[in-house]
């Protein structure tokens, strides 16, 4: 379990460091609450972006996309909407106009350098 544990550690971290090179703000990591935990909260000019980091360590299981259910995303609605009212009551908080949720694929195989794929705006 921990080795699962750290996988998914270092794909977030590759997540973040792909999303920040690519303009987007760090706002919240592993944001939690009590309906489940929403991997990385970021900004991207007047949106929030909700992201959703799945990692493998080859593709041998599938595409980290293919991990992304129904149920997955009704879930990460209700995270986000649970999000924007914490934010709400926040004084100074984020605020945006818009929110959308996006997808972070990594897989980092042992030996190789990190292949990270976003999918913008699955919901």
């Known amino acids: 379990m921990a080795r699962k544990d750290d996988l998914g550690r270092q794909g977030e971290e590759h997540a973040a460091q792909y999303l920040t090179h690519a303009g987007y703000r760090i706002v919240a990591r592993n944001w939690r609450c009590p309906q489940g935990e929403i991997d990385l909260v970021t900004s991207n000019g007047d949106e929030i972006v909700f992201v959703e980091v799945k990692t493998r ?64 705006g699955v919901f």
């Not at 129904?70 to 986000?80: E, Q």
């Not at 996006?102 to 292949?115: E, F, L, M, R």
């Open 57 to 120: 360590s080859s593709l041998r299981f599938g595409h980290p996309f293919e991990a992304i259910t129904v149920a997955k995303l009704a879930r990460l609605r209700r995270l986000a909407a649970a999000w924007c009212e914490a934010a709400n009551e926040t004084p100074g908080g984020p605020r945006a106009s818009r929110i959308r949720i996006d997808v972070v694929g990594v897989i980092v195989a042992s030996g190789q350098a990190p292949v990270v794929e976003h999918l913008k």
